[in-house]
């Protein structure tokens, strides 16, 4: 690949999610995002509104995560969640499915689920990217989660939340691509540290990545 520094971290979700984040560690996520022009910043809900203050007048996006990490809240709750941080400054929402449902071949639930949180963000004026968890699914089910991400509404289907058993991989970056088709959004989040690892993941389709290493992996540019 031959993409510049500039165009690589036009890819880029600046991720910062750990549960012992400072508000110090927050800003400086913010500041390091405004400096490299990411596409976004990702945080927890609660500290969207310094984040949206944080990157005023540029055109780096506040980025949520709902239901975070593990899915299994209701989808009012998840709704709930939705609208309070667009209404903080979140331009994108970063939802984990109900994965039990999903195992359970419960589509529907799952359908609706997205649907009602997808609602919640376009509402708003935010787009919903959601996350699948591919390291608890078999091919199919992240077959049938890709496809019902579409049927919901969303603009996103995305890997990983980097919380898990594992993290994005090409092989199931490439297999969503193929399933949900050359247009939607595909996210590839968790594990991704070097160049290579970026590169590699934008080969097999992905459109977006999460990372919390932009800064090293921009840097490789530079060598």
Known sequence: MSLTKSELAKYMDHTLLKADATAEQIDRVAAEARELNTASVCVNGYWVPRVAAALEGTDVMTCAVIGFPLGAMSTTAKAAETADVVAAGAREVDMVINIGELKAGNDDVVRADIAAVA???????????????????????????????????????????????????????????????????????????????????????ANRLGVSASIAILSELNA
């Open 119 to 205: 609602e919640a963000a376009h509402a708003g004026g935010a787009h919903l990217k959601v996350i699948i968890e591919c390291c608890l699914l078999t091919e199919e089910e992240k077959v049938r989660a890709s496809r019902l991400t579409v049927e919901g509404g969303a603009d996103f289907v995305k890997t990983s939340t980097g919380f898990s058993t594992g993290g994005a991989t090409v092989e199931d970056v490439r297999l969503m691509r193929e399933t949900v088709g050359p247009d939607f959004g595909v996210k590839a989040a968790g594990g991704i540290r070097t160049l290579a690892d970026a590169e590699a993941m934008i080969e097999a389709g």
